[in-house]
């Protein structure tokens, strides 16, 4: 098998795993959280970057 259609049969397999994901996804139900009571403010540290309490700022 040439490398072009490795690359072609490859593809074809990326689009398929695309097409199954964005039809999981619109099946999903949303998830029914409850709200979080006393939590931090503005973006969330763990997805940001920097995670500051007290004065003081981690970096992970």
Same mark, same amino acid.
């Given at each position: ?10 593809? =074809? +397999? &990326?689009?398929? /795993?695309? !097409? @199954? =994901? +964005? &039809?999981?996804? /619109?099946? !999903? @139900? ?31």
């Amino acid at each position: 098998m040439s490398d072009d259609q490795k690359q072609k049969k490859l593809q =074809a +397999a &990326a689009k398929r /795993a695309l !097409a @199954e =994901a +964005a &039809a999981r996804k /619109a099946e !999903a @139900e949303p998830l029914d959280l409850p709200s979080e009571l006393g939590g931090r403010e503005g973006p969330e540290p763990t997805r940001f970057g920097d995670w500051e309490k007290k004065g003081i700022v981690s970096d992970f």
